[in-house]
């Protein structure tokens, strides 16, 4: 028998985690950390204090406790991506499963690596890394599977357990890019291939299920990029982006504007030089030849004086802030705690959506305040999202056939979109409810 | 074994229909009409032409082909009270089942012999009429139960079908209103009584389970028409009103604020009048002794002219047409259809909610584009629901300790949020699936 | 010749300050606060260098640069209400006009006193009281009278400045209720005198000429809060009202329901003492023999220890914090800072509307979501504005007949609503623009 | 000295109209169509009953007796493009203006020329065709100039009226491609030259005043055509495009897709066959070799069972109805009034964006209904709007630095956006009104 925990992240975006028991032998399918609660919770805390049941507790980390009785036999854990909604609750819960090792895409490990270093957790469990369209053997009864799939950070998969009963297939986060900016399309034969062999049950990305679409390719935002950086007057201007830290293909269509602009390209910020150093050992991506990353906070200060000495026209400067993050880059400087003026006509472009949690937004508007009072000339939105949209997901289930369909990564009214979706296509309609003799 | 159908009204409202079956017996409650696809279906069609066959195909009436094995066991149809999202679909549908009673109330009752006439349907059902507390018994198996609660229109019900595994409890419409302006309190203390004796399952509206809120008193809407008919100035000004025809208590409040302005008080229109008659033959409300009513469509425009000779300023006319409706009263009006001329100050008070469609919005948009061009004064959502809020169901919820919750009566996203109450007071949380092998 | 300065609050709501200028004279109306702004800008910043300057920047009080050329004309300055976004900032810039008396109704005076204190400010400036209906000679140029009218504070004012070119009437806030839980009805006689004897312009609240009604009664309210209080089951259950301490007839309703429900009523925080203190040492409301007011921060928490101690279903606690607001008592409490335990079942009632900025919404989000995982039960809005709508001010220009009319208080997406409104009711089109020759 | 009348299109989309008066000559800059209006107008009426009165007083055409005393003065008619509510008025109000001209485009010309061909109406006026960047010299006072633009339609211009006192710079409707799929960039050079010489005032398209954005290039909208329609699996299923007949540049990119695709493209319907002819006929496109075009109703319905027969796989169809307007022709497909069956799996895309008005919002959702209930695959919004947004407006004024910015195009709620763009950009204030002695 197969069972299957929805541990968190089947009714919000956050932390992600699924649980899958085979037999004896449970896979862990991302651990993921929910940035918002997060920062309330470890607001006035020592770092020291940051327990892991605090973080259960205020909704940061998924609710582990509920599989307490799985916990010894959790053998594997695997992030599907690199964002901290799938990657980030691992330092903290890992120690729970002491004998699981954690396998993960060369970008995912990298990163996560990265997070261990920087928090300074040491944890037991072994690293493993694994090619995106690699098999892995865990037992008679285990077989692991990754399959590349396209989203807004490298290497991301789609994972497959194979099991006897059938195969269970974890595709938290994906869409169908068909020209993708960086790394392979989508592969399509082998998700068919899966379909033929049977899929038991499908675990989807439902964050968009109800946009009538097929999300757009990566490579429109670079084409929205393009419009912005090449087609608005910004002569004598500075030009500032702020992105996903993340996001590489992103981040390589702005650099390489920025040369066609003639513009030296500055990177600012702890977050930005995490990902473009793992992007760059893991071989996805090296702009050590045309942008120059500056990591630490008093540096970043110094580097924007300079920049304001030089001739702010002669850079384009990539800095974090991008959903108003009070005491990000972009935040100190329009609070004028940074060592750069904002002149009117300055532009400044968000290159993504904002998350419309109403902490963002009441932060991306008092962020744009600030910004518009200078008289910086604002562009937003310049962004295509990473998730699937409706036609999407319906690609995916005419694809691998699913015997079931689980909604996931996304609150109740989007999930029944999704559940609207299979309706749609023909799944059961399970209209009658039986009720066995109950003793009340 | 007791099996529970959804046949309808399960993720929209409109065609609301669920099927009951304990042992060898079907109780069928409530067979709605969805209103705008009726209209749509039967546009261009010849009233000889509506089949049942049509009305189920165009999604006017509940799909009961999903339940045809059950078709010879239905042995009681029981409409909850007389709107027609709940009484409506008797007429096309109870033809189905030949032997089944059906169960009413006296005002809902009178309603359906009512729409049978109009209609000139003949049907060979017994209909039976049932004191709004009073209980029946059925089979050995099968006794049913009413209990009177507030809801839009009088004596609403909710069902309790007693079984041996405990009772189903249909509530669907209902709201707690203390203070209700017609007809009795919410009989709290049998609710309770269900509650200790058990419950297996409550089927529960969710219209507005996403209002953190009790939805307040009809008290109250009485208390904003008085605010609007005597606290505005209308002196030599016509004053209009348009709300539901079946909202008795709506209307009395009306009729009674009509006297206070010593203003003589005329309901024009078939459905006004139909309702009207329902609740004097019922013993609910006679307003014969101070209303004029009119009831056919050349009789309205007589009467509208003799209005404009006499004065529009000694009458309060009431009409049909708050959804902006083409062809209702209040339409035609606005168009110069009818014998009356709007002048600027003239009043349109809307005792009602827009029913948030599109089509009603696009029709109450164009319907009040109109009025303002001729300068009327328009006084918006001069109203109170007659559904439960939030709170209402968790009071409910708290009374009768149900097994089983079944939201019902909304959308998706809204009967998620009645899920997300239940699990809020501690339903179980059912985040483990389990798969048992499967042949795939 | 007659100018008139719109310094503030003309396309927001937060810094309201009009200045006219009558021959040499000028009479300034309102100098509003506007908080968000100010917390924002205060936030970092030592009391001692709160400065005229850094508000103005800040834009949290109206920017008075701009008519420094009237500042040594200024003889009155004149609040219309004690509300802090028309009186709060009277503390920080009166200083500019030195020889200028504050005029003000007794309730409005008794909170600028209290603010004065509190801040421990030091102002020159005489201030004189007058009744809310009686007349003021500033000159023989200058007349000014107040006129009551109902709002959502007590002894709100209409302030009508009479000159040789016609009356400016100052109708900013107001609103028209009929049945006023406090104070006088609006003096519509006097109105309709201003109208007769002539209007200049009329500045008028805007804040929701968007809304096709006219705002219901306090009375209203008071239902409203009659059937949350005595028809929601809350027997054995803490009750928390959260409301604007400025509102005394919302409190009056509060304290009568709390005495009907047999409940010890009281209140918590420093903002409702001060508001309740002025409104008895101005003879409006006492509720010193109903009600405990408690008023530093240290008591508050032993107090709600002894409530806990007590039985909490033996109190109706009336607490500052509905906006959601950081520190405020609600906030603590929720945040577990004081000594209060929340259970499944309390209720927490938000008689007050959601000021709609981003930083409300997100603040009054992460309130609730606190709330709910405890248990406890919201019941939002349990609230009327009071504010005019559409038909509100519609009757009020009827009312005066100004020759011009100057919506104010809203931002341009309501002001544009109003201007439609004057444009309804034959107001110039203004659809000429000319241009007389201008050398380029 | 000038005189601008406003006459429609000031705060609205659809009656624009335009009116200087400049000495004793009178130059009238669009005369537009408002669909909604004239199609409820009309629907009950004899064609030959569609008087000028009729449209005025319906609000389907401008007001033009606010300008009654210019009538015999107007010299020119100039249309700005092809679209119906810039140039859809003329042939209904032309004739108040016997001895004005109509100068316009080519495109414009032949699109007008065919709508009163198919209207049958005859007007005197004389049509004159003039290049999109072409002087006209119509007296010593009276010059105009066409300066090319993109917008969604071709050979779209800002008309410069250049007078003693300065130029009149009319921009309804623009935005600034960089990248256009058809016809020239913006003629920045000579914006710029415009701003040299001195720009009296500047008229200028609002739609999207409130979009923190530049509008991105139409070669965005293309790409995003290629990824759905390359990119989606639509091996074995029908594809029906559907968008604005009138956007020629958008055409062009379905066909050249369709030739990609290797399908054989149609284009079905009246709209598309006289906009096509228009754009072959002046040069700008010519489908004919790529395209079959079937014009009359009767055709369309034989087209579409002939591509049933031959296998609808082998074509790609564009059709009218991406609004969801009734009778359109994809309208009538849904309702299976042609001969043509919906598949599930067949795509519809609507290359366009809804019309926020409530009654295209209502038709959308109906279309979309009946398309999802036969299990279409709906792509929705795959489209760029050819309007400006805020970061484009920002720029012309910053090229022609008016001394007047007259917002149009648009409700008040997005002009009152562009005059708060105007005011960031540091144009004066106004915020003294002043009051010349007035006698009441």
Known sequence: ????????????????????????????????????????????????????ELLIKSESVPNVDSIRDWEGKVSLII??????????????LCGRYPKADILAAPFTAAVLRNILNEEKIRIRNKIKTLDVNARYMQS??????????????PQSIIVAIHTKQGIILYANDFKF???????????????????????????????????????????????LLRDVLLGADNKGRAIIVTTFSSHIARL??????????????VFLGRSLAKY????????????????????????VSRRLKRIMKEGKDRYLIVMTGHQGEPNSSLYRLAHDELDFRLDPGDHVIFS?????????????????????????????DIHVS????????????????????????????????????AYEMGYAEHKKYKYSPVAV
């Open 1 to 52: 028998m197969i069972e299957l925990a929805a541990v968190g992240g089947y009714s919000e975006v956050g932390r992600n985690m699924t649980a899958v028991k085979i037999g004896n032998d449970v896979v862990v399918l991302d651990i993921g950390l929910h940035m918002e609660n997060y920062i309330h919770a470890t607001n006035d805390e020592d770092v020291l204090n940051i327990s892991a």
């Open 79 to 92: 992030p599907s991506h690199a964002h901290l909604d799938h990657v980030g609750g691992i330092p903290y």
């Open 140 to 153: 008679d009864e285990v077989k692991v599977e990754f399959i590349n799939i396209t989203h807004s950070t």
């Open 177 to 223: 890019d068909l020209y993708p900016v960086i790394g392979k399309k989508p592969d399509f034969a082998k998700l068919r291939l899966m379909g033929d062999k049977g899929v038991l049950a499908l675990i989807i990305d439902s964050t968009y299920a109800g946009w009538y679409q097929k999300m757009p390719s990566e490579s429109v935002a670079r084409q």
């Open 252 to 265: 390589k269509s702005i650099v390489e504007l920025g040369i066609k602009l003639d513009r030296k390209v």
């Open 276 to 299: 473009v150093a793992a992007a760059r050992d893991t071989g996805i991506a090296d702009f050590t030849a045309n942008v120059e990353v500056v990591k630490f906070k008093r540096q």
């Open 352 to 380: 993504c959506r904002t998350i419309p949690t109403p902490t963002n937004i009441a932060n991306r508007e008092y962020l744009e305040k600030l910004l518009t009072k200078k008289g910086a000339r604002i562009f937003r």
């Open 386 to 421: 990473g998730h699937s949209a409706r036609e999407d997901a319906r690609e995916m289930i005419s694809l691998v056939r699913p015997k079931h369909i689980i909604p996931a990564h996304a609150p109740l009214e989007m999930t029944s979109k999704m559940a609207e979706l």
